[in-house]
């Protein structure tokens, strides 16, 4: 698999998925402002990757700081975070790594300039590297709902192309695959941005992981003809009751697997939960230009001053939703008590 | 409106619905098997208008036919009206028109055969008049459905372009704004082929109809969030129990709806009604070329090689339809009872 983003000495390199898969390209980010605008532009997607993308971001955009002083660094850091944490505003992984950065800047105040920005430099490494082990461990515990044989459905992209690497809901077909199970996927396309038809496909025949792509309108007809054993998505922020945010038409594919008996699971690490917010309805929706659902490769399609509404993402109600698989565990309802326990068990566990 | 269909002398002029609305362009039919390559291959779709062009197709393949009498010309009619009627399995309008022209031919038997061919050309201009009226007759009998400034969801195109004129769901639209009610129509934009934002949204503007397409993922989330009224589609084929196969997505609608308490209608002419056939399971679905998934503009979208599957239909079970509103009038569950009568009172109007 090629790497969503890495450093190339003080650049940062991001695998262009605008152009994926019918070109491979990697996009060179000279300074913060570059990823900011690859993260608004979706040259990177999908809230783990976002969150790897503005930790690295961060990190290159405070080594280009000139300061004096570390409050005069700070103050500028700040700036900079704060222009990082509006790239975009729905997945929670965005905020989550520039307060991470930013505590970390906190802590630095005794020592000097240059090795601050070291220490953001590898921690940027650090939140990279876990965020792969972190895939993996959701796809270990994942695996184990995953029945041999069957057939999973996804919703856009929450593969290697969303994350450090290996990806959420494709981290646990992943798992599945590599425990020698017999599983095929079911890739929505995911209109308006193709994430399933360009990534998903793309990233599943790399690995030869059997998967078929079908219009976001057939999901619903394939699960009520016995063709969809269980459905795995990822999440751009799981609230506290267990609603999530995931990309537009997740809330459909969830109500249907319902309809149909059918487990909807979400995969997400605990980046992704945000026990700040009560509940789906406090989840800002990022709205995207209509010409995403108007023009395809940059032609038009409908007719000339045709109007358009474009929401990026929807709220799926926790009431649909049959389990959330995390690193630290699968968590099942009442998820209120369920979330919360999580963050506990890792407080004490850094206790210890 | 631009028409859909129209006799020019002796050949047959379609408008090319694969070019919509970029280029509006008439594709002219000289025998009737350009008619069924214009409907496999869609420039010509929608239930009553691939029924209209069935009627015209056979009318001018007659017209063609060298026959020494009257057994040999129904020979041959037969032949070519089982050829039509293969052109596309699901909308039973393609039937229905097959076979009302073939009963027009075996009630000729005492009738020169050239008059038999002036015959079936005016039996097809009928039925393009027919359909054109009681598509306003769905039209008059379903706007008592549609509040003052309510919007509406539809899915594919129902309208104009999908019938001799006017439109069934459309023609409910365009029934409400007539009568001066202030409304609006979200178009799924109805992948793959995009019927959507290529002809609803075309059709709707060219009447001054507030439209807004959106992507076929958001119709739940506005739903959930009561931006939505009600839900109008038409249909391509409804069995005696109700159960009705349309636009793959249209089962998604339709139970998405149910979930957010939003009346989900079907508007179609009785010649979509086939009580032959006892419920949904028995409507055979077209599979058609998964190019339509993988490829837009004729341009490769996908990764090389990869898989898609495409079903064009899906069956909405009865359950989720609150009515079927009809040229006769508007049925309501139970359907099984409801849609016959619908025939009853046609047969004993006829006797009258």
Redesign the interface.
Known sequence: MHPVIKWDNNHILLLDQRRL??SIRYLTCRNYRDIINAIKRMAIRGAPAIGVAAAMGLAMGSSAIRARNFDAFRRRFREIADEMAEARPTAVNLRWAVERMSALVDSCSVIPLDEIKQTLRRESEIILAEDIDINKRIGRNGEALVPEGSTILTHCNAGALATGGYGTALGIVRAAHEAGKSIRV?AD????W?QG??LT??EL?EDHIP????????????M?RGMVDLVITGADRIAANGDAAN???T??VA??AR?NSIPFYIAAPLSTIDLSIKNGENIPIEERDPSE??H??G?????????????SF??TPAKYITAIITEKGIVRPPYLAGLKSLFTTEAQSAQR
């Not at 396309?189 to 308006?192: D, F, L, S, Y």
């Not at 032609?299 to 929401?311: D, E, T, Y």
């Open positions: 898969p019918l079911f396309e995911t209109r308006p193709l038809l360009r496909s793309f025949m998967v078929h792509v079908i219009a976001d309108n057939a999901a619903g007809s394939f009520r990309k537009i038409g809330y459909q109500v249907l309809e659902i108007t395809i490769n032609r038009m399609i409908g007719p000339r001053g045709v109007k358009a509404i474009n929401p929807d709220i």
